[in-house]
């Protein structure tokens, strides 16, 4: 069955770096578009990042410029390399195959595929 796994959340003070990795299995990666939404206690899910299956990518207002979205199709693995982390960057981050913004809370899993999340904690 299809499956994306996500790692390399964890704990950082402001003005670090993370990267973020979302492996996929079981489906044609190389068709699909591909995002990473975000959703932090009290608040909606959020789109934070898209790349679509020629690498043309779209990032929310608030991240533009420090947060980078890749993708190896070889690999089967779609990255966010964040940088310049803030607090207000904490969330549980989710990769996905539904590229719109939803609102409401993640995963929302019957828009897509969704992986299980992976916490991000900047202080």
């Known amino acids: 069955h299809v499956q994306l796994v996500e790692s390399g959340g964890g704990s950082v003070q402001a003005g670090g770096s993370l990267r973020l990795t979302c492996t996929a299995s079981e489906f044609r990666f190389d068709d699909w578009d591909m995002a990473w939404h975000r959703q932090a206690p009290g608040n909606q899910c959020e789109l934070v990042s898209t790349?679509?299956?020629?690498?043309?990518?779209y990032y929310l207002g608030s991240v533009q410029g420090r947060f980078t979205i890749s993708r190896d199709n070889a690999k089967n693995t779609v990255y966010l390399q964040m940088t310049s982390l803030k607090p207000e960057d904490t969330a549980v981050y989710y990769c996905a195959t539904h590229t719109h913004a939803l609102g409401g809370n993640c995963p929302a899993t019957a828009f897509g595929y969704w992986g299980q999340g992976t916490q991000v904690t900047v202080s």
């Open positions: 790349i679509n299956s020629a690498g043309g990518t």
